[in-house]
């Protein structure tokens, strides 16, 4: 990450905050993008290299979250104190070019190593990316902002299926890993050029605070660490997480495996599954949350909660479908509602420190939320997949997703417990 202390961005060309929004979240979408190509293709990956739900979660859970949780957080202390905008440019340019290398693969265990760069890239793009948006927007119209950010899951994951399936079912499952990352590295350089670095607190009450001191590494943690609010946020959305990522890494395989999907119509149907239900609740969301903390910041908890409760019985349903048409639109409305806590957690944490923190204080929210999610929540449900396949269950994947069910009931009381802590601070 050391190329990323550059010259002053200030030589760059200044940009409009939406084309700035627009650039971090096409950045976004690769990012997402290349995580999800390794679920997305699993099943002829399987087939090829001959590795097992486990070894599947593996390394698209515990193995990819041990860099991309634990690096953020130098990365995150060196962004606050340098260029943001340099830290996402390199950043981009490291994990796309590990995907390229994850096409190359010729065993599980390169592909391990590959995956586990991608993870080390990764972890320089989305905390980076919370600071500019937050550093670029006023309050009031943030968590607008970071809705339409948080569309890149949607479009990356979305592009993933149906670019990923329709070239793997046509050319084989390398060829999308080289192409995608390709794209990523001329990516890399259109940001370091096209970019300005905001200045630090240039949205906020009180103005830019360029001159303030650099953010001292142990007492932030310290602070994040000791702040309720703080990690209360980050405790839900890690629980909403493991089921997120546990459903998304294996989702596709579930459809294939247990739904009668083939790659096909994984490319189409699932893709707009993906676009409209994922996308539709991040921008939904946005503005939902804006409106409900313009008197009070007890929204941000109270947003995820609710949506979270909806979600949950149309989960259930999805994983009880008997056919691939009625689970993806089940699997739609859990879509649309699972996503409320992204934008609201981002929101809150970016408001709750001061400027100079903002970036390393994201990698904290990020760390604990996809160490849990991320890291926990697909190795869960690949290991689970083959115990009950051990024990005779015909249909072991199925189950283990069941077993997602009580990490709803988990991050809504996480929430509703946050919603009480913000309320006692006004209150007070």
């Known amino acids: 990450m050391a190329s990323a202390d550059l010259p002053p961005s200030a030589a760059r060309p200044s940009a409009r905050p939406s084309f700035v929004l627009g650039m971090l979240c096409f950045v976004y979408v690769l990012n997402f993008l290349d995580r999800q190509l390794l679920s997305i293709l699993a099943k002829p990956i399987q087939d090829a290299l001959q590795i097992t739900d486990g070894q599947l979660g593996l390394i698209s859970g515990l193995y990819f979250a041990m860099f991309y ?73 943030r968590a607008a902002a970071l809705g339409i950010f948080n569309l890149g899951p949607a479009i990356g994951a979305a592009a993933g299926v149906a670019f990923g399936a329709a070239i793997a079912e046509r050319f084989g499952w390398r060829i999308p890993f080289i192409a995608v990352g390709a794209i990523g590295i001329v990516t890399a350089l259109l940001v370091w050029l096209t970019v300005r670095e905001p200045k630090r607190g240039a949205t906020d009450t009180g103005g830019p605070a360029e001159t303030a001191e650099k953010a ?35 989702a596709v395989l579930f459809l294939m495996r247990e739904k009668g999907m ?58 009880w479908a008997p056919g691939w048409p009625l689970a993806l639109a089940l699997l739609s409305v859990v879509m649309v509602f699972n996503y409320f806590y992204l934008s609201a957690s981002v929101a809150l944490v970016q408001e709750e420190v001061e400027p100079n923190q903002r970036v390393l204080a994201g990698a904290l929210l990020l760390l604990v939320m996809n160490f849990i999610g991320l890291g926990l929540g697909p190795t869960w449900v690949g290991f689970a997949s083959d115990w009950f396949q051990s024990q005779g269950d015909a249909h072991g994947l199925q189950s283990a997703l069941y077993t997602l069910t009580p990490f709803y009931i988990v991050a809504i009381g996480l929430f509703l417990g946050l919603a009480r802590v913000i309320r006692k601070e006004e209150a007070a």
């Open 69 to 141: 949780c634990f690096i953020a957080i130098p990365v995150g202390w060196f962004a606050d104190r340098t260029s943001r905008v340099g830290v996402l440019s390199a950043a981009c340019a490291i994990w796309s070019g590990a995907t390229v290398a994850c096409g190359m693969a010729a065993n599980y265990t390169q592909l391990v190593i590959a995956r586990m760069v991608v993870g080390f890239g990764e972890a320089g793009g989305v905390p980076p990316s919370y600071a500019i948006i937050t550093d670029t927007y006023p309050p009031g119209k």
């Open 262 to 319: 083939v790659l096909g119509e994984v490319a189409i149907w699932y893709a707009l599954v993906l676009l409209v239900g994922m996308g539709g609740g991040m921008v939904v969301s946005g503005r939902v949350i804006d409106r409900m903390t313009r008197q009070s910041r007890v929204g941000y908890a109270m947003a995820p909660a609710l949506s979270l409760a909806v979600a949950m019985p149309f989960y259930l349903a999805f994983v």
């Open 216 to 250: 001292a590494f142990w007492p932030t943690v310290r602070m994040f660490a000791s702040n309720r609010v703080l990690m209360l946020a980050a405790l839900g959305g890690g629980a909403t997480q493991f089921v997120t990522y546990g459903l998304g890494n294996f």
